[in-house]
């Protein structure tokens, strides 16, 4: 529809009444975009396509930092595309509004490919609301998707999805990056369950192990599409995010391939994050800034970046943010503390505070860091992955008495039903596909935690070894032995104020080889909201720090 209207400059007033009342007709007034055709001439928009031209692929989708009103579709090309743009619409009237994409790339530090990305940020959706798009530059078939909008506060529950740790579904280059047919088998066990959105707790797909990274990355998105085209795979940064070479930190594929909500950040723009989804503030953090292991180091990259010596790459980069993002950590919990319409603060995040496995073991850095704030502001969940099991802590608050080790407190012994005004609930969600799951054999007999204190020298060129230790582990409520593989379901039930609002969550497990993905586990978290004012999140909190 834009399209056949190509104005040489800016429309008038008239003009753009009248393009909105072709909107209207379509069903899309409430629609804007920062990114309109509109300065497109017509000739440009009438010119021969290109023949042959590369066309979209590995799209997904993101909401912005408000679910209900905004979205991004990303996509890559193998090539630069000529006007790549998006068409809108709903699935009762086709599409109606196009939306120019920015383009977005990198170099491959290994290989020196560069990376064609592409960004179409859409703005004023309707709440609750099911649009269908497609994707297309010159040239190219378009290539489609649809999604559906965020609900607004506490109108009506939904489902959302949480794993990590995925790889992908079958060996690329030398084979050298984890896979397994379950990174592929549990896209569309995700699919079927239909979520709003689904939180990737990090470790995508581990292209910094990979001799041909670019591949690893095309691999990972071809294989998620089937989910992420039609709902929104929103990620952290895990260690293996970290591809040394590209950019300060390693995360510049990362950042480029992403479009996710604003960060107020010059440097390190999607590396944290945060949204709201109906009564949920979702906040995404990056572990590495304050994680004591050396998560990011890769031998491959190391002997094959050209110059990584001379160029001062390092993979260790610890504290990297300078307490940037905790500044934006304590900011966003403080306001979402305060905010009348969150009922749940919900943390993704990659590498955990609190593991009973002899995999990496849970990081100290974290409970120095993260955990204090969390108590303080009363986050509600936190989804992790690193260990490649599944694995759920009772709430926590405060640390044992007289704990060096910071461990956490529980706060009550029930496993299937839990208060989260009282504590935390950590998850480890860890199992998306990676070829080496946690071994049964790693899990502490009878049932200790297992903490990462300090590192063991090293630099650039060596990994730092990781120092353990052991504690008692009266937080843990709740361990997967049988199926290493699978992810998490949490179904969001709001209530009005004066009610009790609950999630509850079921964990599906399969055996490596196994499309099977079988209900394993299941508890609700609830939590009674006051009747006027920010609720009280820390209602009966027993901080024993
Ligand atoms: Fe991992
Ligand atoms: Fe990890």
């Known amino acids: ?109 290994l290989t020196g490919e560069t990376v064609f990305t592409y960004h179409a940020r859409l ?54 990056g984890p896979w397994t047919a379950n990174a592929g088998f549990i896209v569309p066990a995700v699919e079927r369950l239909d979520p709003l959105f689904h939180l990737f707790n990090g470790d995508l ?31 952290c940064a895990g260690n293996h995010e970290n591809e040394v070479g590209n950019g300060p930190q390693g995360y510049l594929s990362y950042q480029t391939r992403f479009e996710l909500p604003d960060n107020s950040s010059a440097e390190f723009g999607g590396n944290w994050y945060a949204f709201t989804v109906g009564p949920i503030r979702v906040i995404s953090l990056n572990n590495d800034d ?65 593991s009973s496995a002899h995999f990496n073991g849970a990081d100290l850095g974290i409970r120095q860091n993260w955990l204090p704030l969390f108590d303080q502001y009363g986050v509600d969940l936190v989804v992790a992955g690193h260990e490649h099991h599944f694995e759920r802590t009772f709430p926590v608050r405060g640390t044992l008495p007289g704990s060096t080790l910071l461990t956490p407190a529980p706060q009550g012994t029930n496993r299937h039903e839990m208060d989260t005004s009282t504590g935390t609930v950590h998850m480890i969600i860890g199992g998306g596909g990676h070829s080496t799951p946690t071994p049964v054999t790693d899990f502490d007999k009878p049932h200790d935690g297992v903490l990462i204190t300090s590192v063991g020298p090293g630099s650039p060129q060596t990994q730092r070894p990781s120092i353990t230790t052991t504690e008692p582990a009266p937080w843990s409520a709740y361990r997967d032995l049988k199926t290493p593989y699978g992810f998490a379901s949490f179904d969001v039930a709001p209530a009005e104020p004066g009610g009790t609002t609950s999630i509850t969550v079921t964990h599906y497990g399969a055996e490596l080889g196994s499309p099977l993905y079988t209900r394993r586990d299941q508890f609700v978290m609830r939590k009674s909201l006051g009747r006027q004012g920010p609720h009280d999140r820390l209602a009966g909190s027993a901080v024993t720090r």
């Open 123 to 176: 703005d004023r959706l309707h709440p609750d609301t099911h649009y269908v798009y497609e994707v297309l530059n010159d040239g190219a078939a378009p290539v489609s998707g649809t999604f559906r909008t965020g609900p607004r506060g506490r109108s009506r529950g939904f489902r959302f999805t949480s794993f990590g740790d995925q790889a992908i579904p079958a060996p690329v280059g030398l084979g050298l």
């Open 205 to 235: 797909c581990y292209a910094n192990l990979s001799d041909v990274p670019v591949e690893t990355w095309t691999s990972f998105f071809e294989n998620n599409t089937r989910s992420a085209a039609n709902r929104p795979w929103m990620p």
């Open 1 to 109: 529809m834009e399209d056949s209207q190509g104005a040489g400059q800016d429309k008038g007033a008239g003009q753009e009444l009248s393009r909105r009342r072709a909107l209207t007709a379509a069903g899309l007034v409430a629609v804007a975009v920062p990114l309109a055709t509109r300065r497109q001439a017509p000739a440009l928009v009438r010119r021969a396509e290109i023949a042959g031209a590369p066309g979209p692929e590995q799209v997904h989708v993101q909401f912005g930092a408000d679910a209900a009103s905004q979205v991004a579709v990303s996509w890559a090309a193998p090539a630069a595309v000529s006007r790549p743009r998006l068409r809108l619409g709903r699935a009762s009237s086709g599409h109606g509004l196009e939306v120019r994409a920015e383009e977005r790339t990198y170099t491959e530090a």
């Open 290 to 354: 304050i994680c004591l292991q050396d998560g990011g180091f890769s031998g491959f990259r190391r002997d094959n970046v050209p110059n990584y010596a001379s160029n001062g790459d390092n993979p260790y980069i610890n504290g990297y943010s300078s307490g940037e993002q905790r500044q934006f950590l304590e900011r966003e919990l403080d306001r979402a503390r305060r905010a009348d319409e969150i009922d749940w603060i919900i943390v993704c995040m990659h590498q955990v505070s609190m």
